[in-house]
């Protein structure tokens, strides 16, 4: 079970979330988006029974919020395999290294939905293409040190240290 669960700030100001009708609603998204069934595919599998238990629902209830957020488009959800994606998860929640990747193509693979896995291995491999491109770009104001070996020499700190 994971420690934590990473919700942006964003959320709140995400027209789709702002445009639920009810709290159940919004609970419920925020539930599915932290909840200690989520994974770090951002794909979990989740009876709704489960829910309903955690968040002393009645399956009605829960059913009519959860369509509620799918319709919204910020769940994905396949009522044959119980399984549901969380949309956008990968902005908030990128793979941090190669080994992590790894790890979210391996949880990836698993995800039983055909439906599900093509949506959650786009994502995916978007995300990796935008966390590879931010790493090959350069900042500019950032020079290599041994481009100019003397310049930390030249300052005024070090500078003062000499006689």
Known sequence: MREFAKVTPQTWRDKRF???????ARLAYLYCVASEHQNSSGVCRL???????????????????????????????DPDTDE??????YGINPAMNPSHGQFIER???EIESDFIREAVETEFLQSQEEREARRQRKPTNV??????????????YLKRGQS
């Open 18 to 24: 702002k445009g639920l009708s009810s709290s159940d």
């Open 47 to 77: 009876p709704s029974l489960y829910a309903c238990a955690d968040l002393a629902w009645t399956n009605e209830r829960y059913m009519a919020a959860l369509a509620e957020v799918v319709a919204a488009g910020l769940i994905v959800h």
């Open 84 to 89: 549901l994606y969380c949309v956008g998860w």
């Open 107 to 109: 949880r990836i693979s």
């Open 143 to 156: 020079h290599p040190l041994n481009a100019a070996p003397d310049r930390l020499l030249e300052t005024g």
